[in-house]
């Protein structure tokens, strides 16, 4: 199974910084993709930001250029550096990865999400 312990989150005021952290765990033998998604109230979750293994970074239109997506593969963990938040940035955070796990003599892909973290901008 794939575990994601999420960490970061908080309340902050417009135009302030956070930074969000996750690291993945469970037999991983590589990491595809990891990456952060949020669900604001009343809206589907959408994509935040995602990095491959490789460090090829893809954002929303919404957060380039406030946001910065970085993984540290070794240590299976992904950071959000988030600045100029605004009050629309308020949401759950998710993380998620899709990694290669290993199963005695076989390897599978598997994905998994985070429990969520929350992130307030007050105005």
């Known amino acids: 199974q794939v575990q994601l312990v999420e960490s970061g989150g908080g309340s902050v005021q417009a135009g302030g910084p956070l930074i969000l952290s996750c690291a993945v765990s469970g037999s991983i033998v590589s990491i595809n993709t990891m990456g952060w998604f949020r669900q604001p109230p009343g809206k589907q979750r959408e994509l935040v930001a995602t990095i491959t293994e490789d460090g090829h970074e893809k954002y929303a239109d919404s957060v380039r250029g406030r946001f910065t997506i970085t993984i540290d593969n070794d240590k299976g963990t992904v950071y959000l550096q988030m600045n100029s938040l605004r009050p629309e940035d308020t949401a759950p955070y998710y993380c998620?990865?899709?990694?290669?796990?290993?199963?005695?003599?076989?390897?599978?892909?598997?994905?998994?999400w985070g429990q969520g973290t929350q992130v307030t901008v007050s105005s």
């Open positions: 998620y990865a899709d990694v290669e796990r290993r199963h005695g003599d076989f390897f599978t892909e598997d994905e998994g």
